[in-house]
């Protein structure tokens, strides 16, 4: 018998509409029925086929002014860092140094720590994310309080310690050997004990010598089924740094490639200058790329090349994240918002159904996790949010005129932000109601 059902419009995508026609990769169902049993989806279609299934004792919550949607997927987030979202005036280098690793080595701190991730989790809720891959510190510690965090409510939450040997501060450094032998103990703590799975983390080729790149390598091949996370060509002087640090490589994909980097675990943030090159090296080993907009405009990083990216000759896969503290918010919607105007900019004009699914499935993919989150189906967990397209009353006078239910979408992912989301469902139990207005 399910443990709970919801009621709304549904609204998922189940393929990908970059890469094939929108009618066959979105799903829309006007008075929808989501049965959720032992945390999982265990039916979902319309109202009137699947009501008989419903008794007495199942309790149904009803959204009739919302549209329920897979949970957003968070494809790239820094936790340590939300103390300086909105820092002022720098760009990525400068970025890091003033702001960025001061903020982290307050993560040596468990106290810190703790409260943070606490706070974090709660964020992403509130936001109606479900899932996320998280940067964590070079401290230990800040991992094991973002997994003890997100376990308390059952979040599928992936993520890593920083490995970063080199060119930072000394007290937030480790060595290649102790970031190996961290990391190491970390993925035998935590890799698939209830959702938490564990993601290889160096910070990005400027701050890990050869050494310390050739033992994360040796990490991936050590355990199959864990992913890697990292940065890349994401700002100019980062690349020139990259290019005098390591001179015997073609480019900056072929430094991670050299130390066994790129595979299809594998996610790299930004990958705004890659050439085409390296792009095809991504297409080829199936490495993916997490494109993160209000990052790259707020730190003034460039335009990321989202066409050519997903360009059907050569597809990479491409998730969607907020890069928070470098980005500017943790709303998926307003990170939809921004990865539409940086699009037009290039001329190219997303979809809503592209940008949805960049949110949900496409960052799933991205991540490796497609097989149980970023759609509404059968068998995949109950990470649900329930969208109120009429939440602020500008929502409400435009939702008033849509035409259509794609207008209808696309004005919400323009317009809207953490105030349109309703409910947040996390494993079929709700860890988030928005409080009535
Ligand atoms: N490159 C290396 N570290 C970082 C980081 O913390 N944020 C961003 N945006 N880029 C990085
Ligand atoms: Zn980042």
Same mark, same amino acid.
């Given at each position: =018998?399910?443990?709970?059902?919801?009621?709304?419009?549904?609204?998922?995508?189940?393929?990908?509409?970059?890469?094939?026609?929108?009618?066959?990769?979105?799903?829309?169902?006007?008075?929808?029925?989501?049965?959720?049993?032992?945390? @999982?989806?265990?039916?979902?279609?319309?109202?009137?086929?699947?009501?008989?299934?419903?008794?007495?004792?199942?309790?149904?919550?009803?959204?009739?002014?919302?549209?329920?949607?897979?949970?957003?997927?968070?494809?790239?987030?820094?936790?340590?860092?939300?103390?300086?979202?909105?820092?002022?005036?720098?760009?990525?280098?400068?970025?890091?140094?003033?702001?960025?690793?001061?903020?982290?080595?307050?993560?040596?701190?468990?106290?810190?720590?703790? @409260?943070?991730?606490?706070?974090?989790?709660?964020?992403?809720?509130?936001?109606?994310?479900?899932?996320?891959?998280?940067?964590?510190?070079?401290? $230990?510690?800040?991992?094991?309080?973002?997994?003890?965090? !997100?376990?308390?409510?059952?979040?599928?939450?992936?993520?890593? &310690?920083? =490995?970063?040997?080199?060119?930072? $501060?000394?007290?937030?450094?480790?060595?290649?050997?102790?970031?190996?032998?961290?990391?190491?103990?970390?993925?035998?703590?935590?890799?698939?004990?209830?959702?938490?799975?564990?993601?290889? %983390?160096?910070?990005?080729?400027?701050?890990?010598? $050869?050494?310390?790149?050739?033992? !994360?390598?040796?990490?991936?091949?050590?355990?199959?089924?864990?992913?890697?996370?990292?940065?890349?060509?994401?700002?100019?002087?980062?690349?020139?740094?990259?290019?005098?640090?390591?001179?015997?490589?073609?480019?900056? %994909?072929?430094?991670?490639?050299?130390?066994?980097?790129?595979?299809?675990?594998?996610?790299?943030?930004?990958?705004?200058?890659?050439?085409?090159?390296?792009?095809? @090296?991504?297409?080829? %080993?199936?490495?993916?790329?997490?494109?993160?907009?209000?990052?790259?405009?707020?730190?003034?990083?460039?335009?990321?090349?989202?066409? &050519?990216?997903?360009?059907?000759?050569? $597809?990479?896969?491409?998730?969607?994240?907020?890069?928070?503290?470098?980005? %500017?918010?943790?709303?998926?919607?307003?990170?939809?918002?921004?990865?539409? &105007?940086?699009?037009?900019?290039?001329?190219?004009?997303?979809?809503? !159904?592209?940008?949805?699914?960049?949110?949900?499935?496409?960052?799933?993919?991205?991540?490796?996790?497609?097989? @149980?989150?970023?759609?509404?189906? !059968?068998?995949?967990?109950?990470?649900?949010?329930?969208?109120?397209?009429?939440?602020?009353?500008?929502?409400?006078?435009?939702?008033?005129?849509?035409?259509?239910?794609?207008?209808?979408?696309?004005?919400?992912?323009?317009?809207?932000?953490?105030?349109?989301?309703?409910?947040?469902?996390?494993?079929?139990?709700?860890?988030?109601?928005?409080?009535?207005?």
């Amino acid at each position: =018998m399910p443990q709970l059902a919801l009621r709304g419009a549904l609204y998922t995508l189940i393929d990908d509409p970059f890469l094939h026609p929108a009618e066959d990769c979105a799903r829309y169902e006007e008075d929808g029925l989501i049965l959720i049993q032992d945390g @999982r989806i265990s039916a979902v279609g319309p109202f009137n086929r699947l009501r008989s299934r419903l008794s007495a004792e199942v309790p149904l919550r009803h959204y009739p002014n919302a549209i329920l949607l897979p949970g957003f997927v968070d494809a790239h987030i820094h936790y340590p860092q939300v103390e300086i979202i909105g820092s002022y005036g720098t760009q990525l280098l400068e970025w890091l140094n003033k702001y960025t690793f001061p903020t982290e080595a307050k993560f040596n701190d468990p106290e810190h720590s703790a @409260r943070i991730a606490e706070f974090f989790i709660s964020e992403l809720q509130r936001n109606g994310t479900t899932a996320a891959s998280v940067f964590c510190t070079s401290a $230990p510690a800040s991992v094991d309080a973002i997994f003890e965090a !997100a376990r308390q409510d059952n979040m599928l939450i992936l993520a890593g &310690k920083m =490995m970063m040997d080199s060119h930072a $501060p000394k007290n937030i450094l480790d060595s290649a050997q102790s970031s190996y032998d961290d990391s190491k103990a970390l993925i035998e703590r935590w890799h698939g004990r209830g959702r938490c799975l564990y993601t290889v %983390t160096p910070r990005f080729a400027l701050t890990s010598s $050869p050494g310390q790149l050739k033992l !994360a390598g040796a990490l991936l091949r050590e355990y199959g089924d864990v992913r890697l996370q990292s940065h890349i060509s994401e700002n100019r002087d980062e690349l020139a740094r990259a290019a005098d640090l390591y001179p015997d490589r073609a480019n900056y %994909t072929d430094i991670y490639d050299h130390f066994g980097l790129l595979d299809e675990r594998a996610i790299y943030g930004h990958g705004i200058h890659l050439s085409e090159g390296e792009l095809q @090296r991504f297409h080829d %080993t199936g490495a993916k790329i997490a494109h993160c907009p209000t990052s790259n405009f707020f730190i003034g990083s460039g335009l990321f090349d989202i066409e &050519k990216t997903r360009s059907a000759a050569r $597809p990479v896969t491409v998730g969607l994240g907020t890069d928070v503290g470098g980005g %500017t918010s943790f709303s998926m919607l307003q990170t939809m918002s921004e990865a539409y &105007k940086m699009a037009q900019l290039r001329g190219i004009s997303l979809t809503a !159904a592209q940008c949805f699914y960049l949110a949900t499935l496409g960052s799933a993919e991205s991540l490796g996790i497609e097989d @149980r989150v970023g759609s509404l189906r !059968a068998g995949y967990a109950a990470d649900i949010v329930a969208l109120d397209p009429r939440a602020t009353p500008l929502l409400e006078l435009r939702s008033e005129v849509a035409e259509s239910l794609d207008e209808l979408l696309f004005a919400l992912m323009i317009c809207a932000d953490d105030r349109a989301v309703e409910a947040t469902y996390v494993a079929g139990e709700p860890v988030y109601l928005r409080a009535q207005g």
